[in-house]
């Protein structure tokens, strides 16, 4: 075949930042393999990063924007979809104001350079209503952060350090098929099994043996929802026994007394049956954590998407403060990005925000609602009602919690515009589908998920093939136009426009070279356009930046681009001087706000409800999916079906249930029918399905994911059941009935 060439990036499908090798021939692509000469992962992949040759390939996947009539769907051309939607929410703006237009972003933006032009949507959108799929299952852990380091999110998260950990404490998380979130590293299995070679430990606490509870040195069960109360007896533990050595936070935090006294009562012996776990292995871990030369604890998922998730957290964070594993190599670390978010960011110490949500008064964190206020704020009537949305790569008709509810709520919608190249459950009760490229398509540089990186990498990632779609930048650059009255103008016009007060925020705020001025920049980047002009900018300005040319050795987009593989910037290396951002200029070890919820739990745990004596529903992933965004891609979906109810043989029996059987599972909220999974996997008392199936639509074109429709968790989930501290719907832990599907 002629025109053959190899064209080196970055996989999109999770967090993990593998590199790929895409062969393409005559236009297409060929193959895609994991990229030996990638410093970071060394050629590892999994089966997902296949998957961008079959994503390019499907021929279901739209390509040109699609607009509902009477006699349905009709392809329109770029500038007719523009113009109709400028007029269609300007009027809807005009006759019930601002907030009467939401937006939602979904995942896959996360991996899109359009990701830098959200601010720019949601300014010109001037709306106090908008959601993002990061709502769903990391606002406890921003919380969380932010009170106690002081934001921004997500610079002042910190990282274990896995690959110098010699005792890694995994609660509520599977890196092994996650690939580690909100930590990013690739070969994540290989990773967890280098701690345990190095003569390290690895223990899970799950509810589930889950993939990364087989590879551990130690597995305990937990109950769902419980890791707070697991954490805080953890904490007690160091206290009573005199375990706390605050290391390099010495004399940098606030509120030691006060974290003494709030955790007086979750002993061990308090917390133990409520946990599922005995007070003599909690005492243990307390022990062994503090002992360990270099110790990390680390949650996730299960940590958030539960009642007490922004505790749980900030009992994550406590353990690895007070044992002095904060900032030490082999701990936990902040990563330093070669393309600082903080240029962006705001330098004001983070608080939630003063404007809660219209109808149940959420908070609002990082002008972002919960997304368990959507719905409501979609049907309640009254002043701020949402009568539109923007939908960016999402289908929160499979991710977010009661399905059902929201069904309605979009369905009653005055106008939805999406941002999507599939018609999915969600996206078809839209006006206008406007669809992007694929993935490999177009250009990359993984902005957010190098502030969450294990080493400091750069990386650019090369479009392999091209497309006739604008990219997704573009097109939200151009529905924000319409909204400010630009409609019409050229894209290069309306951006360099952005770009300049992008550029005045960035040259304020950056912290590193010192006399640049805006002029400089906005100049030296003139030709230039598009989110790569902003990348570079960031790059220049960043800690290895070049600095517009005070520093001719450092970085820029070009330099990145001339190192195809990418360039492994070193480990980790201790900062916390530089991140702390508070009021106080200290480490808050005691936030008001995780104090004032200490009550709900003590409740929680002296007095069960009548719900706990149901099952509790939790969830589970997948190495072959992300979310609900790849079950139409054959490669991914073939073999042994993943969504299955799994239930202990204790409870099986119990029950009446056999393994292949089907049961009904019914919550408050709803009731489905799943095939059954009997497993020693799981914790008596637990039941696991695994969320973003329930592809029984008709109206989609998805003709793969219909053939493997499976079942949608999320009728089960209950928006109406939060943590009360973010705002996040609970997905782990929704208590209820199982019985014989007859």
């Given at each position: 075949?002629?025109?053959?060439?190899?064209?080196?990036?970055?996989?999109?499908?999770?967090?993990?930042?593998?590199?790929?090798?895409?062969?393409?021939?005559?236009?297409?692509?060929?193959?895609?393999?994991?990229?030996?000469?990638?410093?970071?992962?060394?050629?590892?992949?999994?089966?997902?990063?296949?998957?961008?040759?079959?994503?390019?390939?499907d021929s279901e996947r739209l390509r040109r924007p699609l607009k509902r009539t009477p006699g349905g769907w009709q392809e329109i051309s770029w500038p007719q979809a523009y113009r109709e939607i400028s007029a269609r929410l300007l009027a809807i703006r005009k006759k019930c104001g601002p907030d009467a237009i939401g937006m939602y972003a979904g995942n896959p933006l996360v991996h899109d350079l359009a990701f830098l032009y959200l601010p720019v949507l949601a300014r010109a959108l001037g709306s106090r209503n908008v959601f993002n799929a990061g709502a769903i299952d990391t606002l406890p852990k921003e919380v969380q952060t932010g009170l106690m380091f002081g934001g921004p999110f997500p610079a002042t998260v910190p990282v274990p350090d896995i690959d110098r950990t010699k005792y890694l404490l995994i609660?509520?998380?599977?890196?092994?098929?996650?690939?580690?979130?909100?930590?990013?590293?690739?070969?994540?299995?290989?990773?967890?099994?280098?701690?345990?070679?190095?003569?390290?430990?690895?223990?899970?606490?799950?509810?589930?043996?889950?993939?990364?509870?087989?590879?551990?040195?130690?597995?305990?069960?937990?109950?769902?929802?419980?890791d707070a109360a697991f954490l805080l007896a953890m904490v007690r533990t160091l206290f009573e026994e005199g375990l706390i050595r605050l290391g390099a936070a010495t004399g940098m935090?606030?509120?030691?007394?006060?974290?003494?006294?709030?955790?007086?009562?979750?002993?061990?012996?308090?917390?133990?049956?409520?946990?599922?776990?005995?007070?003599?292995?909690?005492?243990?871990?307390?022990?062994?954590?503090?002992?360990?030369?270099?110790?990390?604890?680390?949650?996730?998922?299960?940590?958030?998407?539960?009642?007490?998730?922004?505790?749980?957290?900030?009992?994550?964070?406590?353990?690895?403060?007070?044992?002095?594993?904060?900032?030490?190599?082999?701990g936990v670390m902040f990563p330093r990005a070669a393309a600082p978010a903080t240029a962006l960011a705001g330098t004001r110490p983070f608080k939630l925000d003063r404007w809660k949500t219209r109808v149940s008064g959420q908070p609002r964190v990082g002008g972002m609602n919960p997304s368990s206020a959507m719905a409501e704020e979609m049907l309640t009537p009254g002043a701020g009602q949402v009568r539109a949305m923007i939908l960016l790569m999402t289908n929160p008709l499979r991710s977010a919690a009661h399905s059902r509810e929201l069904e309605a709520a979009f369905a009653g919608l005055e106008c939805l515009v999406a941002v999507d190249f599939y018609l999915n459950?969600?996206?078809?009760?839209?006006?206008?589908?406007?669809?992007?490229?694929?993935?490999?398509?177009?250009?990359?540089?993984?902005?957010?998920?190098?502030?969450?990186?294990?080493?400091?990498?750069?990386?650019?990632?090369?479009?392999?093939?091209?497309?006739?779609?604008?990219?997704?930048?573009?097109?939200?650059?151009?529905?924000?136009?319409?909204?400010?009255?630009?409609e019409g103008r050229a894209t290069?016009?309306?951006?360099?426009?952005?770009?300049?007060q992008v550029a005045q925020t960035a040259v304020k705020r950056n912290r590193h070279w010192e006399g640049l001025s805006v002029e400089e920049v906005v100049s030296s980047l003139a030709e230039s356009t598009g989110p790569e002009r902003v990348i570079d900018m960031l790059l220049?300005?960043?800690?290895?930046?070049?600095?517009?040319?005070?520093?001719?050795?450092?970085?820029?987009?070009?330099?990145?681009?001339?190192?195809?593989?990418?360039?492994?910037?070193g480990p980790l290396q201790p900062r916390l001087g530089e991140i702390i951002n508070t009021q106080s200029g200290k480490i808050e070890l005691a936030p008001t706000l995780m104090v004032n919820d200490l009550p709900r739990l003590r409740d929680h745990i002296s007095n069960p409800s009548a719900a706990s004596q149901e099952m509790l529903l939790i969830g589970r992933r997948n190495l072959r999916t992300s979310n609900s965004f790849m079950h139409n891609l054959p490669a991914l979906v073939k073999g042994r079906n993943p969504c299955t109810l799994q239930v202990s043989p204790h409870d099986a029996a119990r029950l009446g249930i056999a393994n292949g059987s089907a049961a009904r599972v019914t919550s408050r909220v709803g009731s489905v029918i799943a095939p059954v999974e009997v497993t020693g996997d799981l914790m008596p008392g637990v039941v696991s399905l695994p969320h973003g199936w329930g592809h029984d639509v008709e109206e989609t074109r998805l003709s793969v994911a219909k053939a493997h429709g499976g079942v949608n968790t999320n009728f089960l989930t209950d928006n109406q059941a939060y943590d009360t501290a973010s705002g996040t719907a609970v997905l782990f832990g929704t208590p209820v009935s199982v019985e014989p599907a007859h």
């Amino acid at each position: 075949m002629a025109n053959q060439q190899s064209v080196s990036r970055v996989c999109p499908f999770c967090e993990a930042t593998c590199g790929v090798t895409i062969e393409v021939a005559d236009g297409a692509i060929v193959k895609v393999r994991g990229d030996r000469d990638d410093p970071f992962s060394r050629g590892f992949i999994c089966p997902k990063a296949h998957a961008l040759k079959e994503l390019y390939d499907d021929s279901e996947r739209l390509r040109r924007p699609l607009k509902r009539t009477p006699g349905g769907w009709q392809e329109i051309s770029w500038p007719q979809a523009y113009r109709e939607i400028s007029a269609r929410l300007l009027a809807i703006r005009k006759k019930c104001g601002p907030d009467a237009i939401g937006m939602y972003a979904g995942n896959p933006l996360v991996h899109d350079l359009a990701f830098l032009y959200l601010p720019v949507l949601a300014r010109a959108l001037g709306s106090r209503n908008v959601f993002n799929a990061g709502a769903i299952d990391t606002l406890p852990k921003e919380v969380q952060t932010g009170l106690m380091f002081g934001g921004p999110f997500p610079a002042t998260v910190p990282v274990p350090d896995i690959d110098r950990t010699k005792y890694l404490l995994i609660v509520g998380a599977n890196p092994a098929v996650s690939h580690g979130s909100l930590m990013t590293m690739p070969d994540a299995p290989g990773r967890l099994k280098n701690v345990i070679a190095r003569g390290g430990r690895v223990v899970v606490i799950d509810p589930r043996r889950t993939e990364t509870a087989r590879l551990a040195s130690k597995h305990h069960f937990i109950r769902p929802g419980t890791d707070a109360a697991f954490l805080l007896a953890m904490v007690r533990t160091l206290f009573e026994e005199g375990l706390i050595r605050l290391g390099a936070a010495t004399g940098m935090v606030n509120g030691l007394d006060s974290l003494q006294q709030s955790v007086r009562d979750f002993t061990p012996e308090a917390v133990a049956d409520y946990c599922g776990i005995s007070a003599a292995h909690i005492r243990r871990m307390a022990r062994e954590f503090a002992a360990g030369e270099q110790a990390a604890c680390y949650g996730r998922l299960g940590t958030c998407v539960q009642k007490f998730g922004t505790l749980a957290c900030w009992g994550v964070e406590l353990m690895n403060i007070l044992t002095g594993n904060l900032d030490r190599a082999g701990g936990v670390m902040f990563p330093r990005a070669a393309a600082p978010a903080t240029a962006l960011a705001g330098t004001r110490p983070f608080k939630l925000d003063r404007w809660k949500t219209r109808v149940s008064g959420q908070p609002r964190v990082g002008g972002m609602n919960p997304s368990s206020a959507m719905a409501e704020e979609m049907l309640t009537p009254g002043a701020g009602q949402v009568r539109a949305m923007i939908l960016l790569m999402t289908n929160p008709l499979r991710s977010a919690a009661h399905s059902r509810e929201l069904e309605a709520a979009f369905a009653g919608l005055e106008c939805l515009v999406a941002v999507d190249f599939y018609l999915n459950e969600t996206t078809r009760h839209a006006d206008f589908i406007l669809p992007t490229p694929s993935p490999a398509e177009q250009p990359n540089y993984e902005f957010g998920l190098y502030h969450l990186s294990v080493r400091t990498i750069a990386k650019w990632s090369w479009a392999a093939v091209s497309s006739d779609s604008p990219p997704a930048w573009e097109v939200m650059l151009k529905i924000g136009a319409g909204l400010l009255g630009l409609e019409g103008r050229a894209t290069k016009e309306v951006d360099d426009m952005m770009f300049a007060q992008v550029a005045q925020t960035a040259v304020k705020r950056n912290r590193h070279w010192e006399g640049l001025s805006v002029e400089e920049v906005v100049s030296s980047l003139a030709e230039s356009t598009g989110p790569e002009r902003v990348i570079d900018m960031l790059l220049r300005l960043g800690p290895y930046g070049d600095g517009f040319g005070r520093n001719p050795s450092g970085l820029t987009l070009g330099r990145v681009k001339g190192a195809p593989h990418g360039i492994d910037l070193g480990p980790l290396q201790p900062r916390l001087g530089e991140i702390i951002n508070t009021q106080s200029g200290k480490i808050e070890l005691a936030p008001t706000l995780m104090v004032n919820d200490l009550p709900r739990l003590r409740d929680h745990i002296s007095n069960p409800s009548a719900a706990s004596q149901e099952m509790l529903l939790i969830g589970r992933r997948n190495l072959r999916t992300s979310n609900s965004f790849m079950h139409n891609l054959p490669a991914l979906v073939k073999g042994r079906n993943p969504c299955t109810l799994q239930v202990s043989p204790h409870d099986a029996a119990r029950l009446g249930i056999a393994n292949g059987s089907a049961a009904r599972v019914t919550s408050r909220v709803g009731s489905v029918i799943a095939p059954v999974e009997v497993t020693g996997d799981l914790m008596p008392g637990v039941v696991s399905l695994p969320h973003g199936w329930g592809h029984d639509v008709e109206e989609t074109r998805l003709s793969v994911a219909k053939a493997h429709g499976g079942v949608n968790t999320n009728f089960l989930t209950d928006n109406q059941a939060y943590d009360t501290a973010s705002g996040t719907a609970v997905l782990f832990g929704t208590p209820v009935s199982v019985e014989p599907a007859h």
